[in-house]
């Protein structure tokens, strides 16, 4: 099953969002990693590491994330895994609330990381047209 970290700059938005995604598909790793180490806005890199880990297997982790630092350290996490887990984690510029949700129930069924995010892509196009 594919896991999920949610990296928000606020680990109150970071645990909602992981709250309603497990409403939504209970069985799905998920994981959040908002705020800083000293509790305060902002994000931090070891956290989001950690939480790569927790819901990390060869089926792949998705990284969805609120601003563009979070990106920024979600991609630095990354780089410091070992190869093999990079390429099976993947960062998607989505919705943050939208995209946990439609991405938890995919996973639930058994979609792949592929398949994932492709439809996510799909649910983005759509949003705009």
Known sequence: MVGIVIVSHSSKVAEGV????????????????????DNELGTDLEKIIVAIKQVYSEDGVVVLFDLGSACMNAQMAIESLTDEMQKNVKV???????????????????????????????????KMS
Do not use: F, W, Y
């Open 18 to 37: 992981k709250e309603l995604a497990l409403q939504m598909a209970k069985n799905v790793p998920i994981a959040s990693a908002g705020g800083t180490s």
């Open 92 to 126: 998607l510029d989505v919705a943050l609330v939208e995209g946990a949700i439609t991405i938890a129930v995919d996973s639930s069924i058994g979609k792949g990381l592929h398949r994932i995010e492709e439809a996510v892509k799909k649910l983005c196009l759509h």
